[in-house]
């Protein structure tokens, strides 16, 4: 069966039914095998006696995507035959792209005994959205395949109603598929009324991101009516709404030396079990409404009152407090006109702190993130907390820095670089301390060392109907040392981890030939949100599905969930592969039919080396069947998302 990309275009079907495999090296450090990083091959020294004239290449990419944080490459394989479809060794592979993307070749582009060469595509210093054609040259044929860059994100965030001649602060957030902050970007302000902004207090058209991939502008309601503010930057865009009305509705503190409250921060930082007071003061066309009905909403906490009358100033007054920490956005409401403020609610004794590393076995030389998490008595997130990290380790690594403040989120993270030695097994151990109390500290231990192997997970361009509710994606699992060669009776156990998940619909306005008339169902997607499941054990922990962090629904049950499964193809009851004698296992991912193109899942594959385990993965959206899209009288499954509709993930419809 043909597959449907993830735009709902109905994909062309590729000659021999190629395969698209994704390549992952799996060593003590975390998978990443070597390469010099360039945009094309250097011509590197021939084998002698290379057998046989290159006729025939195929070009096959990991996965179509690539992800623009850049720390996980998509894997570029070129396979070279001859005109009998013998596969060669020690041909030479040239990879080239004119994109400004970074091609990490292996094995100096040459052949090994699969015919196979590689080379791994990183975005570089390019986090944009786009799409990247990499070209594989072997004597005088070449072939090309095109991958494309996603998981770029930008936000807008701000007030919704505004009166006119005020001004209001909306914060950008531009970050990468990893959710990192991406700095020095710049981004393009428009409205649609020709309302006006200002950056550092200097009219602007444009801002630009600071080292946490954010900006703050302030916007001027200079004209009345319904706004839309609309920010661009490395090809996303994130729009918000405002509606700019000729009254006085404004929500701010009633006094900016509170207690427990700093209001140097933005937003406002109040302490656990403190108060934060705000008055409401309504006025039209400079007249005091008194009497009038307002109500009050906040995403965190408890207010004392939800609801009160202004007074003959047109003032109302309304308090809040919380015993759990993270940001709230408390809104009045009145006569149909809304106004909010912001704070963060901050935990300010730390009980714990966990800490822990990306990966447990490391290479030598390579690196891994360490990051320590705090929290109080109650489990909430600790901010602002300084933690020292120390490191005792014989291989002679490093860490890349000593200390760290934690962030709203509680964390604070160090980088540790492997020295040029194995250790033995949890032979390098990291401590993180806190400064202001050291007997609050914790440890976690890391392997310098361990044997090589490459995992590659295969998969075609066709998916299996099962029955008329579920599809089958089937996957290929080859294992090789790093001399190219397979390794039999090898176990891998294989895990579908829901990553991200679509809301949206599909519309009959999908045009295949260009004739003007629709002839398939077009996926029109409203918002990418990611799994609320943090910590991907399938229950609903504190901080999760919460709306407070911009991502949760409140709905009470966790999105997008375990929607598919993942089994051996030969025994459907088992989720563990064993290799043949060419390396290879057979496995297949099942999922909804409804689920098809609405979520993005990670199809990771574990194995067990002298002892140690390791891991990684491949992340796709569950394809749909093309067949299911085709015809514009029939909807196809999952016609409106399984998760909603809503334009923001905090929005569970």
Request: charge should be neutral; proline fraction near 5%.
């Amino acid at each position: 069966m043909e597959r449907i990309n993830f735009n709902g275009k109905a994909a062309r079907k590729v000659a021999g039914g190629l395969l698209l495999l994704a390549t992952i090296m799996l060593t003590a450090c975390n998978g990443s095998s070597g390469g010099d990083s360039s945009s094309t091959t250097p011509t590197p020294t021939p084998v002698p006696n290379a057998s046989g004239v290159a006729a025939k290449m195929e070009v096959l990419a990991s996965t179509p995507n690539l992800a623009s944080d850049g720390n996980t490459p998509v894997v570029i394989t070129a396979r070279v035959k001859d005109a009998n479809n013998v596969v060669l060794e020690g041909q030479t592979v040239i990879f080239s792209t004119q994109d400004s993307a970074q091609i990490a070749v292996l094995n100096a582009g040459l052949t090994d005994k699969t015919g196979s060469a590689t080379a791994n595509v990183t975005t570089g210093s390019d986090q944009s959205s786009r799409s990247i054609t990499v070209k594989a040259t072997a004597g005088a044929i070449s072939e090309k395949v095109t991958i494309t860059v996603s998981g770029t994100k930008i936000t807008l965030n701000g007030s919704n109603s505004l009166v006119l001649n005020k001004e209001s602060s909306l914060t950008i957030s531009l970050k990468d598929a990893a959710g990192k902050g991406v700095a020095g970007q710049k981004v393009a302000l428009t409205s649609a009324l020709g309302n006006t902004f200002k950056v550092n207090n200097v009219a602007a058209t444009e801002a630009t991101t600071g080292d946490n991939g954010q900006a703050t502008i302030t916007y001027q309601a200079i004209k009345a009516g319904a706004d839309v503010v609309k920010t661009t930057a490395l090809g996303e865009s994130a729009t918000l709404d405002i509606s700019i009305s000729n009254n006085t509705f404004d929500l701010t503190p009633s006094s900016t030396s509170q207690g427990a409250v700093n209001f140097g921060k933005i937003p406002a930082e109040v302490n656990l079990d403190s108060f934060v007071k705000l008055d409401l003061l309504y006025s039209i066309a400079g007249v005091p409404q008194s009497n009038v009905p307002v109500s009050f909403t906040a995403t965190r906490g408890n207010l004392v009152a939800s609801s009160g009358k202004t007074d003959a100033n047109g003032k109302v007054s309304v308090t809040i407090t919380s015993t759990t920490a993270g940001a709230s956005q408390i809104t009045a409401t009145a006569s149909g006109i809304s106004n909010n403020y912001d704070v963060e609610f901050v935990a300010t004794a730390p009980s714990k702190v966990v800490v822990q590393p990306d990966t447990t076995v490391v290479r030598a030389g390579a690196s891994t993130a360490i990051t320590a998490i705090v929290r109080d008595a109650s489990s909430n997130l600790v901010k602002n907390q300084a933690v020292n990290f120390n490191l005792i380790d014989p291989t002679g690594g490093r860490l890349s820095i000593g200390s760290g403040i934690t962030n709203s989120s509680g964390q604070t993270s160090t980088n540790y670089t492997a020295g040029n030695s194995s250790s033995a097994k949890d032979g390098v151990t990291i401590t993180a301390t806190l400064a202001n109390n050291p007997s609050i500290n914790a440890k976690t231990q890391v392997t310098v060392g361990g044997k090589s192997l490459f995992i590659r997970l295969g998969t075609g361009n066709q998916i299996e109907d099962k029955n008329t509710t579920q599809n089958i994606t089937p996957y290929s699992v080859i294992v090789t040392d790093a001399a190219g060669n397979p390794v039999a009776g090898v176990q891998v156990t294989l895990a579908v981890i829901p990553t991200k998940y679509l809301k949206g619909i599909y519309k009959p306005d999908g045009d295949s030939d260009g004739d003007g008339k629709p002839d398939f169902w077009l996926q029109h997607p409203s918002a990418t949100c990611l799994s609320e499941d943090k910590n991907n054990d399938g229950i609903l922990d504190p901080g999760e599905d919460d709306p407070a962090d911009g991502n949760g629904n409140g709905n009470g049950t966790l999105e997008p969930g375990f929607v598919a499964t993942v089994y051996d193809a030969l025994n459907p009851t088992s989720n563990t592969v064993k290799t043949d004698e060419t390396g290879s296992a057979f496995i297949k991912v099942l999922y909804g039919k409804n689920y098809s193109s609405w979520a993005i899942v990670k199809l990771q594959a574990t194995i067990r080396v002298e002892g140690s385990e390791y891991s990684n993965a491949a992340v796709f959206n569950l394809p749909g069947l093309a067949k299911d899209y085709n015809d514009i009288k029939i909807p196809p499954p999952g016609v409106t998302s399984p998760f909603g509709t809503a334009s923001v993930c905090t929005n569970p419809n």
